[in-house]
């Protein structure tokens, strides 16, 4: 058991050390820029809406709280870091005077709904697919898959979403343009409302999953068909065992191993794909709220979703880390 | 330059990469005779379907959509290579570093690249853009960029280095009193740039999509030609809806061709890296 508890400690410093770099990057940026945000953001909010006095006042005082323009740069970092740990990102400068935090938290169940669910399909898809395609290397149907993933693999998330969008909602409208439900819908927990839901998801998951689908398949290939050369897998097909528990217990389980270090690797990326893929769709998640927060020139909600979005996917890729040693039993051991 | 044409001849992947590849330089080299100014618009009658005279047909903001497209491949392009060469920098000097080393500092250094795995790059890139605002340029952009993208190819370049370290000739070249300056540079460094050279492949669209996903959304300089803006134009103006498809369609297409092609040369080059594939290959030629 000491070496699992190693293990995890090890993974949770690597938690930690995302977190305080992200986050420190984002200071930086947000102090070291010769651009006085509070005024600007301050000038942005005033022309984008009609504003009391008082409520600017109330802004500025806020804003210069939350950016830490009094005292030194190293009294600003630790000022920064204390409302950070608190969750505090104060109000919300497009939606005043409702806090960051609440906007943040109404979103983000979106997100990570269709986030989760389309990364866990196009990663089992694409293993067992590439499982498959590394292993009967002869079948017509699992190579021209593979020629498929590898064309649209290259693809950046923006433009599969937005061909997609074109062909299904707009050339040929089955699925709604936009949305994350029906229009008129009161957000309830009916089938209705669940199946209208289920209903708008299924084109943003489908761009997540046809992109994310590719780099698993190609990679589970690779690795299998390498894998599939080793001795012991060899003398098991010589010693009669079924070809069916060679391919699962053999050969893909060895190779799963790598491909779960990549799923925690890429989830970063996986998670930007999802923003945009938000704004396309018009999605009522992170993404949607991180472009309107912008051109709605709201700082303190820019920076409440840039700092949840590293720690949750830094949590996202614990959460794997931790679950790894189910797979890969060498690590209790080691 | 045996290496290309052996390559041309043995590999259909790096010919069709290659050639795909040359389409859009050649594009984009033509923007050097565009008979019109890149930044100035209403210069041709708006919304023109593809014709002799404007064989992509004309924008709504009144510009040629070809002579436009050159610029704006241009400009991805040179952003592409930039993030590419200035990243490629940064995960050299660590990868090499780290793996040679080892120990305690590459503990240290591969943490911190760990680190930039994961961390979501988007939403810091577009706070970059929202405290920077329009004084964002794409030189900005792309050394902001290639700051955030090593780290994934340090890694790789890292291992390759480890198992280096303990060939007989490092042994030797230690014993004879190179330095290890020396050592990295002029010993390891030619195993390790065949994989530079594939890494910048992948690195260029990585780049060049998240050039393209921030343009769209209008959050670089969208005055700056580049097809992301291209795009980003042309969703302002509803092109889709308007019926002026084709704004749409060949800047989509023309970085659609860039992708697959740099993917292709990648994926080909990975291959004639790794001896095991290169042998099955030429054996599947024969």
């Given at each position: 058991?000491?070496?699992?508890?190693?293990y995890?400690?090890?993974?949770?410093?690597?938690?930690?050390?995302?977190?305080?770099?992200?986050?420190?990057?984002?200071?930086?940026?947000?102090?070291?820029?010769?651009i006085?945000?509070?005024?600007?953001?301050?000038?942005?909010?005033?022309?984008?809406?009609?504003?009391?006095?008082?409520?600017?006042?109330?802004?500025?005082?806020?804003?210069?709280?939350?950016?830490?323009?009094?005292?030194?740069?190293?009294?600003?970092?630790?000022?920064?870091?204390?409302?950070?740990?608190?969750?505090?990102?104060?109000?919300?400068l497009?939606?005043?005077?409702?806090?960051?935090?609440?906007?943040?938290?109404?979103?983000?169940?979106?997100?990570?709904?269709?986030?989760?669910?389309?990364?866990i399909?196009?990663?089992?898809?694409?293993?067992?697919?590439?499982?498959?395609?590394?292993?009967?290397?002869?079948?017509?149907?699992?190579?021209?898959?593979?020629?498929?993933?590898?064309?649209?693999?290259?693809?950046?998330?923006?433009?599969?979403?937005?061909?997609?969008?074109?062909?299904?909602?707009?050339?040929?409208?089955?699925?709604?343009?936009s949305?994350?439900?029906?229009?008129?819908?009161?957000?309830?927990?009916?089938?209705?409302?669940?199946?209208?839901?289920?209903?708008?998801?299924?084109?943003?998951?489908?761009?997540?999953?046809?992109?994310?689908?590719?780099?698993?398949?190609?990679?589970?290939?690779?690795?299998?068909?390498?894998?599939?050369?080793?001795?012991?897998?060899?003398?098991?097909?010589?010693?009669?065992?079924?070809?069916?528990?060679?391919?699962?217990?053999?050969?893909?389980?060895?190779?799963?191993?790598?491909?779960?270090?990549?799923?925690?690797?890429?989830?970063?990326?996986?998670?930007?794909?999802?923003?945009?893929?938000?704004?396309?769709?018009?999605?009522?998640?992170?993404?949607?709220?991180?472009?309107?927060?912008?051109?709605?020139?709201?700082?303190?909600?820019?920076?409440?979703?840039?700092?949840?979005?590293?720690?949750?996917?830094?949590?996202?890729v614990?959460?794997?880390?931790?679950?790894?040693?189910?797979?890969?039993?060498?690590?209790?051991?080691? | 330059?045996?290496?290309?044409?052996?390559?041309?001849?043995?590999?259909?992947?790096?010919?069709?990469?290659?050639?795909?590849?040359?389409?859009?330089?050649?594009?984009?080299?033509?923007?050097?005779?565009?008979?019109?100014?890149?930044?100035?618009?209403?210069?041709?009658?708006?919304?023109?379907?593809?014709?002799?005279?404007?064989?992509?047909?004309?924008?709504?903001?009144?510009?040629?959509?070809?002579?436009?497209?050159?610029?704006?491949?241009?400009?991805?392009?040179?952003?592409?290579?930039?993030?590419?060469?200035?990243?490629?920098?940064?995960?050299?000097?660590?990868?090499?570093?780290?793996?040679?080393?080892?120990?305690?500092?590459?503990?240290?250094?591969?943490s911190?690249?760990?680190?930039?795995?994961?961390?979501?790059?988007?939403?810091?890139?577009?706070l970059?853009?929202?405290?920077?605002?329009?004084?964002?340029?794409?030189?900005?952009?792309?050394?902001?960029?290639?700051?955030?993208?090593w780290?994934?190819?340090?890694?790789?370049?890292?291992?390759?280095?480890?198992?280096?370290?303990?060939?007989?000739?490092?042994?030797?070249?230690?014993?004879?009193?190179?330095?290890?300056?020396?050592i990295?540079?002029?010993?390891?460094?030619?195993?390790?740039?065949?994989?530079?050279f594939?890494?910048?492949?992948?690195?260029?669209?990585?780049?060049?999509?998240?050039?393209?996903?921030?343009?769209?959304?209008?959050?670089?300089?969208i005055?700056?030609?580049?097809?992301?803006?291209?795009?980003?134009?042309?969703?302002?103006?509803?092109?889709?809806?308007?019926?002026?498809?084709?704004?749409?369609?060949?800047?989509?297409?023309?970085?659609?061709?860039?992708?697959?092609?740099?993917?292709?040369?990648?994926?080909?080059?990975?291959?004639?890296?790794?001896?095991?594939?290169?042998?099955?290959?030429?054996?599947?030629?024969?």
């Amino acid at each position: 058991m000491h070496g699992y508890g190693q293990y995890i400690l090890k993974r949770l410093g690597q938690f930690v050390l995302v977190v305080f770099v992200g986050i420190s990057i984002t200071f930086f940026v947000t102090h070291l820029t010769p651009i006085d945000p509070v005024e600007t953001t301050i000038s942005a909010a005033a022309a984008f809406g009609s504003t009391s006095p008082e409520a600017i006042a109330m802004l500025r005082e806020t804003l210069r709280e939350l950016y830490g323009t009094e005292g030194n740069v190293i009294q600003q970092y630790v000022t920064f870091w204390g409302r950070i740990l608190q969750g505090d990102f104060g109000p919300s400068l497009s939606a005043f005077p409702t806090p960051v935090s609440e906007l943040i938290a109404r979103a983000l169940p979106w997100t990570i709904g269709l986030l989760v669910t389309a990364t866990i399909i196009a990663w089992v898809l694409g293993n067992i697919l590439g499982g498959l395609a590394g292993y009967y290397r002869s079948n017509v149907l699992l190579k021209m898959s593979g020629v498929l993933a590898m064309g649209l693999h290259p693809i950046p998330y923006y433009i599969v979403a937005f061909v997609l969008l074109i062909l299904f909602a707009y050339v040929w409208p089955i699925f709604p343009l936009s949305g994350g439900y029906r229009m008129n819908l009161a957000p309830r927990w009916d089938a209705t409302f669940i199946l209208s839901v289920l209903y708008h998801s299924i084109l943003p998951a489908l761009s997540l999953i046809l992109v994310g689908l590719g780099s698993w398949f190609m990679g589970m290939r690779a690795l299998v068909s390498n894998i599939v050369t080793e001795d012991y897998v060899q003398y098991a097909e010589l010693g009669g065992v079924n070809r069916r528990r060679i391919l699962s217990r053999y050969v893909m389980r060895n190779a799963l191993v790598p491909q779960m270090t990549g799923l925690a690797m890429s989830l970063g990326a996986i998670f930007n794909g999802a923003i945009i893929t938000e704004e396309v769709f018009g999605y009522p998640g992170i993404g949607s709220l991180l472009v309107d927060a912008v051109h709605a020139g709201d700082y303190s909600l820019v920076l409440g979703i840039t700092t949840i979005s590293i720690v949750s996917v830094a949590a996202a890729v614990l959460i794997i880390d931790l679950a790894y040693p189910l797979l890969d039993p060498r690590v209790k051991v080691a | 330059m045996r290496v290309v044409f052996d390559l041309l001849r043995t590999n259909i992947e790096f010919a069709i990469g290659m050639f795909l590849l040359a389409i859009v330089v050649i594009v984009s080299a033509l923007s050097f005779v565009s008979p019109y100014e890149p930044d100035l618009i209403y210069v041709v009658f708006p919304d023109m379907p593809p014709s002799a005279e404007h064989i992509m047909g004309t924008t709504s903001r009144g510009q040629d959509t070809f002579w436009r497209l050159t610029f704006a491949m241009r400009n991805t392009l040179l952003f592409g290579l930039s993030v590419a060469i200035l990243s490629r920098i940064l995960s050299l000097l660590i990868g090499l570093v780290s793996g040679y080393l080892g120990g305690a500092v590459d503990r240290v250094l591969m943490s911190i690249n760990d680190t930039f795995v994961v961390i979501p790059l988007f939403p810091i890139l577009v706070l970059f853009y929202f405290v920077m605002r329009d004084s964002m340029s794409w030189v900005g952009l792309a050394i902001i960029m290639a700051c955030l993208g090593w780290a994934y190819d340090a890694r790789l370049i890292r291992s390759v280095t480890m198992s280096l370290r303990t060939r007989e000739f490092t042994q030797q070249s230690v014993f004879s009193g190179m330095t290890t300056r020396q050592i990295v540079s002029q010993e390891h460094l030619p195993y390790v740039m065949p994989i530079v050279f594939s890494t910048t492949m992948n690195n260029m669209n990585w780049s060049i999509g998240l050039e393209v996903t921030l343009s769209v959304l209008g959050f670089t300089n969208i005055n700056t030609p580049t097809i992301g803006t291209m795009i980003y134009w042309a969703n302002q103006h509803t092109a889709l809806v308007a019926g002026v498809w084709w704004w749409i369609l060949f800047p989509v297409l023309m970085v659609v061709i860039l992708f697959i092609g740099l993917f292709l040369l990648a994926v080909s080059m990975n291959e004639y890296i790794d001896p095991r594939s290169r042998l099955s290959r030429m054996k599947g030629a024969a």
